[in-house]
């Protein structure tokens, strides 16, 4: 029989699931703990050793200031947003007490293709998940329609080659809310 060497870690991988940001609560990670998992996070297959990737924290006061530029994006294409609309747009990234944007620097490369620079970030996002979820957090791995919005990431600080893989919410799970179903093994797998 195999040797089953890290029980938790597969066992996590086989219930976490994501929390939505509204059930995500206080308190988010201390610097220390956030600084170990960007660390995990970065640990990841690199195609050329490239780190085409890297993050923008966003927790505290600086969730609202986002909140605002989303809003006010918003806004100007839907003047006649009322309130309420435009306060779930201010309120994107302030339900959970730390978002990480994951950016992608994937770009053309002599050797290194591009989709494989991409398909890193995505690494990079999925060992961020983990972590949290390992360390007792949850998470909600998130893009919406400002993660492609060329105002919003100019004002991020993005250059126009950079790409937001995505907005990772953590926080302390209110509840976990029940699990969708996941993929029949018949409909995925071909054995050759
Ligand atoms: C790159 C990426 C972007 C996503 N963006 C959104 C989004 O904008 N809105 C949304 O409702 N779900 C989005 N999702 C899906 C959520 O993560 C979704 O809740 C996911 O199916 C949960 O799967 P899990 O329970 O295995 O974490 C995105 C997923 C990925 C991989």
Same mark, same amino acid.
């Given at each position: 029989? +195999?040797?089953?060497? $890290?029980?938790? +870690?597969? $066992?996590?991988?086989? #219930? ?22 960007? &660390?995990?996070?970065? =640990? ?18 600086? @969730? ?21 609309? #435009? &306060? *779930?747009? =201010? *309120? ?24 494989? *620079? ?10 961020? /998940? /983990? ?11 998130? +893009?919406?329609?400002? &993660?492609?919005? @060329?105002?919003?990431?100019? &004002? ?17 799970? @209110? ?11 018949? *409909?995925? /797998? +071909? @054995?050759?």
């Amino acid at each position: 029989m +195999t040797e089953i060497r $890290d029980a938790a +870690t597969l $066992d996590l991988l086989r #219930r976490r699931r994501s929390v939505p940001p509204m059930l995500l609560s206080d308190p988010g990670p201390s610097v220390e703990e956030l600084d170990g998992w960007l &660390a995990i996070a970065a =640990r990841v297959p690199d195609h050329g050793k490239l780190a085409p990737w890297r993050f923008l924290v966003i927790e505290g006061e600086a @969730r609202g200031r986002v909140g605002a530029l989303i809003e006010a994006t918003f806004s100007a294409d839907f003047p006649e947003a009322d309130e309420k609309r #435009r &306060a *779930q747009e =201010r *309120q994107r990234l302030s339900h959970a007490p730390l978002v990480v944007a994951v950016v992608s620097r994937a770009g053309p490369h002599a050797k290194i293709p591009e989709w494989e *620079q991409v398909l890193s970030a995505g690494a990079v996002c999925m060992n961020l /998940v /983990v972590a949290a979820n390992a360390a007792g957090y949850a998470s909600a791995w998130l +893009t919406e329609w400002f &993660a492609y919005d @060329r105002r919003v990431l100019d &004002a991020l600080g993005l250059d126009p080659a950079e790409r937001i893989a995505g907005f990772i919410h953590i926080g302390r799970p @209110r509840e976990v809310p029940s699990d969708r179903p996941r993929p029949d093994l018949d *409909q995925i /797998v +071909t @054995r050759l």
